[in-house]
């Protein structure tokens, strides 16, 4: 346990040990404050509990095939997702015992860890920095509010965290995908490096390149660089992938600052109106059901876009029925996603004489071409950008042929035609009518009021994913692909993992919870910096902002602590 | 089949190379009983065993049940299966049955391997047909899966993901330009 302030209490409480937490934690301390750590989730050692890790297919539990049953009935949310399975289902949420609500037509799916370092143990890892033409969409627009920063803003913070989370990516020059710092790109295969080029002779100003990842080629602060070992989600005890566990919480710890506590759910915090700051964080202990309440003269809501927005919901000032941050009526509403499941795939002739060696945690990157330079008269606003890649089919085509015995055996080893496969990921625009609220009377296994969503799609959502998928199955022709496949799925809120909005940042506290600091307008000692605070989504993966924002909110929360303003 | 016969057909296909673990594999194997009495016949299950050994037989590298696929076969029918898929299942094996009864006047147990393979053959033509009939494509459906179940049993045991796949799960390194004359077998992790 790390050392506790004078008065008995810490100097700051940071809620939530994922990608924004493990941040938070790790400026804070190394700014010298004592930081109690809160995760609800159950306390996990940095490669001890990666169960799955190198496990050979033959050990698998269950023969490898997943439980279905166990699956149906308690993880019906969870399993939903690529990265779950029998390897890794002890990172996850268990629906059953956690469960919230939403309208059976309108299903909303929230994606959520039980862990400490959070979903940061199982993301995707792609990593994309922000532009002004992102922050500056809704102004220009006039979408929902502006954003109260530019890119100029943030920059530094982007800089500054991806020289410690090692971001591998190459320079391109890109002013809506501002180059970042990278360490060497891994590479594009040769039928990647075929279809990038056939794209952009075919359609100038459209590029492909290999994704920006936050996994290593590069050693750094003790990492290993990537071996190349396939699924990242299972854990890396060689730290090759950025992870709480692998990067922030291992560097909070050695300021000998920190005081982690797992299994510690934060009901709501306990605000004092007179001075508007939050005096203290209510806990329940997840295996005892023990209540506590821990003091601190700051606090930073990292707990997801969701926890964060339900703990402000949960959090009333004394005799008030509604929650403190909630003046703007913004609070829970104007939630977003990004639109996925849509792309297209197709057969990519020839090269056969090549086959990738090693299994590339990352894919390649198209980013958004659409609306670059203002509306451009095709019916949405804004855009999206494709991830995806080429390799080879496995045996699952021979297996479809009639034919068994020998000469089956031996043409089983040989894998099926290239393909190639461009998803795309959309901005959601926010809106108000977009929401998560506490149930009236739904509650949890602790009493706490159950999360109810409200999500729909636009017309802008389904207009663009129409265009995504249109324009996937032209780039594949100009690639030259066959038997060409578009797909547009059934949408699905919080399907994307890149739930944002809630408690979205703003210059005036009538329209928005928190400010350019990322500061509570109604508290000024508590801060939300994960995915909650924004104020719209991009169509880039959102991680690396969060990250960005927390460094700034924290570098900027220090520095008021310290001139006495908070 | 014992363990100990297993492991001396081991020996001779794949040459004296047995590596330690590979033989800790083949002495760990043991094979089960049918844990579910009454979800399936003997007959039934015999047929699913002697399909798998069709499907994947004994050439430079050993056989489906060689490797455990039965044991495979056993578990995903006896325990993973849910009740429909395994009564539909079991109900193609049966179709299979009267196929041959009809072909041969005989039990598929009791065909000889030319008359099997080539009744298998006929199963898969017919199955594969624009417009299956109804028990043609039922018959069909259990061959296609026993294909499935067969392969995915057989790369998913250490013998034989070791024999029929370049098993590599440590590469170290990305080549995206590597030439597959190079492995000649499709990667494993």
Redesign the interface.
Known sequence: MGKLARDGGYDAIVVGSGISGGWAAKELTEKGLSVLLLERGKPITHGIDYIGEHQPPWERANMGLRPRDLYDSEYPIQSTSYAFDETTRHFWNNDAENPYDFREDKPFHWLRTDVVGGRSLLWARQSYRWSDLDFEANQREGIAIDWPIRYRDIAPWYSYVERFVGVSGDVQGLPELPDGEFQKPMEMNVVEKHVAKKISNAFPGRKMFIGRVATLTEPLHGRAPCHYCGPCHRGCSGGSYFSSLSSTLPAAESTGNLSLMANSLVESLEYDAASQKVTGVRTIDTKTKEKNVYRSRLVFLCASTIGSTQILLNSFADGEDRSFANDSDALGRYMMDHTYKAGARGIIPGFEEYYPYGYRPNGIYIPRFRNLSGDEGLGFSRGYGYQGGAGRIGWGERLKKPGFGADFKRELRIPGPWYMSLGGFGEILPYAENTMRLHPKKQDRFGIPQVTFKFEFGENERRHRKDLVEQGVKMLEAAGASQIQSYNDEMIGGAAIHEMGTARMGRDPRESVVNEYNQVHAAENVFVTDGACMTSASCVNPSLTYMALTARAADYAVKRLQAGDI | MNRREILKLLSISLGASLTPSIEA?ALSFKPKANKLEGSWTHDQREITHICAE????Q?E?PSALQVGVGD?ID??VNS?F?KEERKKFLRGLDEINRLSRKKYENVFLSLSEAER?EL??QI??NG?ENRPSRKDKLAYSSFLKL??LT??GY????IG?RA??A???????????????Q???????
């Open positions: 594999a069709l499907i994947m037989p050439t590298t495979f578990f995903v993973w849910t393979i298998l053959n898969e033509a594969s294909k499935e392969v995915v790369y998913t045991s250490e993901l029929e796949r098993y590599v799960p440590m590469p170290g390194k990305y080549d995206g330009f590597f030439r597959f004359d492995v000649g077998k499709q990667w494993a992790s």
